[in-house]
T-cell receptor, first 122, second 108 residues
Framework: QFQLVQSGPELKKPGASVKVSCKAS????????IHWVRQAPGQRLEWMGW??????????SQKFQDRVTITTDTYASTAYMELSSLTTEDTAVYFC??????FGVGRYFAPWGQGTLVTVSS | SYVLTQPPSVSAAPGQTARITCGGN??????VHWYQQKPGQAPVLVVY???DRPSGIPERFSGSNSGNTATLTISRVEAGDEADYHC???????????FGGGTKLTVL
């Protein structure tokens, strides 16, 4: 069964960075893209960006493009999302999700990781 | 940028039909995907490409898309269907992945 397993909760101070991991299993990691989506308390799901795990190509939301980095370790079948210059507004659950398109993007997201709570507080 | 509008809440009694809408400009030209999210859990795909169901999703879940409105229909609602439901499209813009605001389904 396809599965994405994320790293555990994080507590960060304002101005710090956070790096969340997303380990894939049950499928060929490099055939699919991984997206990162966050959900702040009471807010809608918010797309942050994707990475093509096959060639490393990335695309980011305009909102996050100056402070988000998405990378992969293909040998470990793991994707990473690093967000810098954190503020309290970044407190949210961060999800990774696989794009169903093979060798591309543009389909639906399945499966999703279980989510990682990032709390930003002084 | 493209905007998807969902009602904040919908309610239905067990055994009845719940309809959750997702509005967007000429949304019928886009494929709409629907996700179910229970409290403290990750979203789960329940309908893709307007009206297709992933394996394991009950036939009670169906979708349609026409004009400016896509609709997720849940027939014979059960208590276990109580969740937030999110619609999603690809907008092809600088921010290509768009989610609706989510609708909380309450089973009375």
């Amino acid at each position: 069964q396809f599965q994405l397993v994320q790293s555990g909760p994080e507590l960060k101070k304002p101005g710090a960075s956070v790096k969340v991991s997303c380990k894939a299993s049950g499928y060929s990691f490099t055939n699919y893209a991984i997206h990162w989506v966050r959900q702040a308390p009471g807010q809608r799901l918010e797309w942050m960006g994707w990475i093509n795990a096959g060639n490393g190509h990335t695309k980011f939301s305009q909102k996050f493009q100056d402070r988000v980095t998405i990378t992969t370790d293909t040998y470990a079948s793991t994707a990473y999302m690093e967000l810098s210059s954190l503020t309290t507004e970044d407190t949210a659950v961060y999800f990774c999700a696989r794009d169903e398109a093979i060798f591309g993007v543009g389909r639906y997201f399945a499966p999703w990781g279980q989510g990682t709570l990032v709390t930003v507080s002084s | 940028s493209y905007v998807l509008t969902q009602p904040p809440s919908v309610s239905a009694a067990p055994g009845q039909t719940a309809r959750i809408t997702c509005g967007g400009n000429n949304i019928e030209s886009r494929g709409v995907h629907w996700y179910q999210q229970k409290p403290g859990q990750a979203p789960v795909l329940v309908v893709y490409d307007d009206s297709d169901r992933p394996s394991g999703i009950p036939e009670r879940f169906s979708g349609s898309n026409s004009g400016n409105t896509a609709t997720l229909t849940i027939s014979r609602v059960e208590a276990g269907d109580e969740a937030d439901y999110h619609c999603q499209v690809w907008a092809g813009s600088s921010d290509p992945v768009i989610f609706g605001g989510g609708t909380k389904l309450t089973v009375l």
